[in-house]
């Protein structure tokens, strides 16, 4: 016991040499402020962002078209004293016109008035004072922990800490692969070398505070870890691991990184049901308590893979490659004995595949892609006493970020909140790189042509297709019913095998003008050929069925869209 008083002293002793004098001149502190603003306004045809219950798309029906504006704001406030760093992130995104929250200027309060466009948090009706709109987007501590004038200044290499919601960086060199967008966590930046670099972050996506009061809350959380290293000059590897544990699936906002797919919804073991605690003795007698409802769905994932960049003169080359394993509890479809689903536990077997090729001279710029994630076929139903393997490719947190810059219906870019299938995780190309269970194929090229400095003119097609055959004989629950999303539903009389493999082919046109310093005006004209493989029975419509190859199935329609945006940065 003496020894380890000894040692416990020894080092605080260290540590105080160490430190710098209390006495010494502190830097001044600083306040910065950051942000952007967008004005977007998109025109669209047969897009499922415009009608429809959320989450409902329809692209089985021309006469569906539209035209909306909105703004966000995103303002980042900055204070620093030294290498100390607190940050606070606000964002605003309004619809202009009376739509779904919109605030009195008489009551002071939030009504209700028709529906909300995607990724909006009020709207603007007239006088525009609208109430209860603010986001907090990021709060953090940015400190060293190692290194001189850090906590721990003996070590000699140099590492950042960031905690508490932050964006997830550090891991990704294509947005959304495996943890994009923002999170709750600590997140460790080292450099070891000047060409050696580690990221380590650790992500709390779900916290059980109290089991007395709340029986169903859930930990899950993840780890991941990447290690940078320059080979050389214009080569960079990035070895990544992660690991991510998700109790009674996820029951955060939007289920990022746990869509549902092929029928199958690995979000409903939430705390959602309550009951009153009756009596004053009783010490749980807190207003209500959460009742378990006795069903699993765990999920266990382990990803290995990394990034590659390498840049030879011109040429430029860009590989991912992430394999996911790991097993997820899955009720038995029918199968309840003791008032209790049977579970299996079905393997994830999956893995991503995507390549970036570019080629540049002078003003010209061509980029090809290819991406590539397997699928299971039409007749494998998870929820069978089989089970089957899980084939379907999801990242931790894509945060809406997956093929950022490459497409304008299947993921919105210019206008970002604009995406196909919105709502519908799995079908939505932003969020998963896998269409439903049937997985992807899909190249792309794309050239970029600078006519001058603050000029510059793009054009982009891509080519999509399943990797197995999709049944169209499918349906999508209609959010509207209180169904939640799950992908496409089998039938019980289903194609054998599935039928078509070809989603469509989506051409682009578009320019980004820095017409000024700091502002930026991009416009971009899309189209989407739909291909059989988005034919679709429709749930729920006042439309009426339809009758494709002597079957109700719908036939999919073309998708048309026109957007600009108007950015200012500081």
């Known amino acids: 016991m003496r020894k380890l008083v000894v040692a416990i002293v020894a080092v605080l002793v260290i540590v105080a040499t160490l430190a710098p004098p209390s006495g010494a001149q502190a830097p001044a502190p600083k306040v910065t402020i950051n942000g952007l603003v967008d004005f977007v306004t998109s025109a669209y045809k047969n897009s499922s962002h415009s009608t429809g219950a ?67 948090s009020a709207n603007f009706d007239l006088d525009t004072d609208v109430q209860g709109a603010v986001e907090t987007k990021w709060l953090y501590l940015e400190t060293p922990v190692t290194g001189p004038g850090s906590l721990f200044p003996f070590i000699p290499v140099t ?7 932050q964006p997830a960086v550090g891991h990704d060199y294509k947005p959304g692969i495996l943890l994009s967008g923002d999170i709750p966590g600590v997140t460790l930046q080292t450099t070891w070398r000047p060409n050696i670099r580690s990221t380590l972050t650790y992500v709390q996506i779900g916290e059980a505070l109290d089991r007395a009061i709340a029986l169903n809350q859930k930990d899950q959380n993840a780890i991941v870890a990447s290690v940078e290293v320059d080979i050389f000059k214009g080569l960079t590897i990035k070895p990544t691991f992660a690991y991510a544990f998700w109790h009674g699936g996820n029951c955060g906002t939007s289920n990022l990184g746990t869509f549902g797919y092929g029928g199958y919804n690995p979000n409903t073991n939430c705390p959602a049901t309550t009951v009153t605690v009756p009596g004053t003795s009783d010490p749980l007698a807190r207003g209500s308590v959460d009742v378990p409802p006795g069903v699993g769905r765990n999920i266990n994932r382990y990803y290995l893979g990394g990034d590659v960049r390498w840049t030879m003169g011109p040429w430029s080359f860009q590989p991912s490659f992430i394999y996911l394993l790991g097993n997820q509890d899955v009720p038995q479809r029918g199968n309840v004995v003791g008032g209790k689903y049977v579970l299996n536990d079905v393997p994830i077997r999956a893995f991503l595949f995507d390549t970036i090729q570019g080629f540049r001279t002078g003003p010209f710029v061509i980029e090809t892609r290819f991406i590539y994630t397997p699928g299971v076929g039409a007749n494998m139903d998870i929820q069978n006493a089989g089970g089957g393997v899980i084939r379907t490719y999801q990242g931790i947190n894509p945060g809406f970020n997956y093929l950022a810059g490459w497409s304008e219906i299947w993921r919105g870019n210019i206008d970002y909140n604009m995406s196909l299938f919105v709502g519908r995780g799995a079908l939505e190309a932003r969020n998963s790189p896998s269409f439903d269970k049937y997985g992807r194929i899909w190249p792309m090229v794309a050239a970029d042509y600078s006519m001058t400095p603050a000029l510059t003119f793009h054009a982009l097609a891509n080519f999509a297709f399943t990797d197995t055959k999709v049944d169209t004989k499918g349906t999508l629950a209609n959010a509207a019913t209180g169904i939640t999303p799950s992908g496409i539903t089998t039938p019980g009389n289903p194609f054998k095998g599935g039928k078509e493999q070809y989603l469509g082919s989506e051409f682009i046109l578009g320019m980004t003008y820095r017409f000024a310093p700091n502002m930026v005006f991009d416009l971009a004209g899309a189209t989407l050929i739909t291909g059989d493989a988005l034919n679709i029975q429709r749930a729920g419509s006042d439309r009426g069925p339809c009758a494709t190859d002597g079957v109700p199935t719908c036939q999919s329609r073309n998708v048309y869209k026109l957007s600009a945006r108007f950015r200012v940065t500081w």
Request: glycine share 18%; proline share 3%; net charge positive.
């Open 54 to 120: 959320p989450g409902q798309p329809d692209i089985t029906d021309s006469r569906e078209k539209g035209w909306y504006s909105r703004e966000r704001g995103v303002f980042t406030l900055t204070g620093e004293v030294g290498r100390v760093k607190g940050v606070w992130a606000v964002e605003l995104d309004f619809t202009n016109g009376a739509g779904n929250f919109n605030a009195s200027s008489n009551s002071g309060s939030l009504t209700t008035v028709g529906k909300a466009a995607n990724g909006t």
């Open 159 to 165: 590492t950042i800490a960031r905690m508490g919601g």
